[in-house]
């Protein structure tokens, strides 16, 4: 199964901030990533996919990036609707695999 | 508006059996691969399984931990996705999300889920 191990666990960040969150995979997935966002007691919301595309809908404050097997979410101007957890998914093959989260909260 | 509806959740001793149903609406189901994805309370989440859809000849996919005991089937006759989930474990409690799998310019996204239905295992 390919590992998807996700960095930080959690994060603390202010109102304005720039935060950055990294999955690594355990081997090559090209581009084959997902990022989520979830809040509390709510279903997750595909923001990412193709490692780098906006699911529609989705604002330009996210971004998402590639280098080799390490991928990066990006979140500019941090709002109070953006606290939430993160979640990476590769879907290069089956099983398909999450990355264990990062929680994003407010300092 | 797309809408994926989770039902037959519920209290259910170790060893026992029990099957969730999504119902969908808002788009043509028959095209689409269908997931479930769970998240046991206070966890992360964890990819259950697959249907992929009539062209591809309802074939599926699992997990490695539910493989053998979980299988997923759809009838697009009624727009709906199930997951029959037998010997199960209190390793399974979890809440239950079916979602939507699109596929565009060679990618697969999971662009539209379930509000999520819970499955206790416990005696």
């Known amino acids: 199964d390919i590992q998807m191990t996700q960095s930080p666990s959690s994060l603390s960040a202010s109102v304005g901030d720039r935060v950055t969150i990294t999955c690594r995979a355990s081997?090559?997935?090209?581009?084959?990533l997902v990022w989520f966002q979830q809040k509390p007691g709510k279903a997750p919301k595909s923001l990412i996919y193709?490692?780098?595309t906006l699911q529609s809908g989705i604002p330009s404050k996210f971004s998402g990036s590639r280098s080799g097997t390490d991928f990066t979410l990006t979140i500019n101007s941090l709002q109070p609707e953006d606290f939430a957890t993160y979640y990476c998914?590769?879907?290069?093959?089956?099983?398909?695999?999450f990355g264990g989260g990062t929680k994003v909260e407010i300092k | 508006e797309v809408q994926l509806v989770e039902s037959g959740g519920g209290l259910v001793q170790p060893g026992g059996s029990l099957r969730l149903s999504c119902a969908a609406s808002?788009?043509?189901?028959?095209?689409?691969?269908m997931d479930w994805v769970r998240q046991a309370p206070g966890k992360g989440l964890e990819w259950v399984g697959r249907?992929?859809?009539?062209?591809?000849?309802?074939?599926?996919e699992y997990a490695v931990s539910v493989k053998g005991r979980f299988t997923v089937s759809r009838d697009d006759s009624e727009d709906s996705l199930y997951l029959q989930m037998n010997s199960l474990k209190t390793e399974d409690t979890a809440v239950y999300f079916c979602?939507?799998?699109?596929?565009?310019?060679?990618?697969?996204?999971?662009?539209?889920w379930g509000q999520g239905a819970l499955v206790a295992v416990s005696s």
């Open positions: 979602a939507r799998a699109t596929y565009s310019g060679g990618h697969w996204a999971l662009d539209h």
């Open positions: 193709a490692a780098s």
């Open positions: 808002g788009f043509t189901f028959s095209d689409h691969y």
């Open positions: 081997q090559d997935i090209r581009n084959y």
């Open positions: 249907s992929r859809n009539k062209a591809n000849s309802y074939t599926t």
């Open positions: 998914q590769q879907y290069r093959d089956y099983p398909l695999t």
